[in-house]
């Protein structure tokens, strides 16, 4: 029930940031409970399988199932923003002036930080591979490397996304083209984040070899999660920031 209100509440703060009437103790106090959510969550996650051996193979397949309904609803999730973007794009409204980008608009050079994000994601899914491949075969240090080096890769990319955030020359509010980028690339952002965090728990449980190498859905999940983000990114820089422009 608490995460069902925190998910409210969410929603309610993220209507008053459109109308820019957030005040900083409500987010403050959304964070903190967010936050607590997250750390009984994973902490159930992890005593469940680890201490407990409640994962039985009826269990795992219930989970995996649950994991694959969730990326299914995120790819629909997406899917409603490329629609918008093509919707706009190929058929530009006349208040717009029947151009696209719209008159007035910058959009960014695809092959600058973007290449370079794209190359980065390509490259942290060739490692986060590599990582389960060594865990697959019980070289639990080896495959710890490469994931610091995902959770890395990750994180740089996060940065150069804020970096682009802030040379852009047009807003969210600037026409239906700034509307459908942030959103698209921001709930991206927001996926990579999540993933990220993701990820570093999965490095810390597999320092503290809470991982075999025959039990470790929590690592397997991550990774189809992180794949899906791979993915999102590729139709994201070649519909918006190649196409787009």
Same mark, same amino acid.
């Given at each position: 029930?608490?995460? %069902?209100?925190?998910?409210?509440?969410?929603?309610? $703060?993220?209507?008053?940031?459109?109308?820019?009437?957030l005040n900083s103790w409500m987010f403050f106090f959304n964070l903190m409970m967010m936050m607590l959510i997250s750390a009984i969550w994973w902490r159930?996650?992890?005593?469940?399988?680890?201490?407990?051996?409640?994962?039985?193979?009826?269990?795992?397949?219930?989970?995996?199932i649950g994991m694959m309904l969730f990326i299914t609803s995120e790819v629909f999730f997406f899917l409603?923003?490329?629609?918008?973007?093509?919707? %706009?794009?190929?058929?530009?409204?006349?208040?717009?002036g029947q151009k696209w980008p719209c008159k007035g608009i910058k959009s960014f050079n695809?092959?600058?930080?973007? $290449?370079?994000?794209?190359?980065?994601?390509? %490259? %942290?899914?060739?490692?986060?591979?590599?990582s389960h491949h060594f865990m697959m075969l019980g070289q639990k240090k080896k495959s710890t490397q490469f994931l610091i080096l995902t959770v890395v890769l990750g994180i740089y990319f996060s940065v150069l996304q804020y970096v682009e955030y802030l040379e852009a020359s047009f807003s969210i509010a600037d026409s239906v083209y700034g509307s459908c980028f942030f959103m698209a690339t921001g709930f991206h952002g927001i996926h990579v984040l999540i993933g990220t965090v993701f990820l570093s728990i999965c490095l810390i449980r597999n320092i503290k070899k809470h991982f075999s190498s025959y039990h470790h859905f929590g690592f397997e999940a991550a990774?189809?999660?992180?794949?899906?983000v791979d993915v999102v990114w590729l139709f994201l820089y070649i519909c918006i920031y190649w196409f787009g422009k």
């Open positions: 029930m608490l995460a %069902s209100f925190q998910l409210f509440n969410m929603v309610f $703060l993220t209507a008053k940031m459109f109308n820019q009437s159930d996650v992890v005593r469940e399988p680890t201490f407990e051996s409640r994962h039985t193979k009826e269990v795992l397949k219930g989970l995996k409603s923003f490329f629609w918008a973007f093509f919707h %706009s794009s190929l058929s530009p409204d006349i208040f717009i695809p092959m600058s930080i973007p $290449l370079m994000n794209t190359l980065i994601l390509l %490259s %942290s899914g060739v490692t986060l591979t590599v990774a189809w999660y992180w794949h899906f």
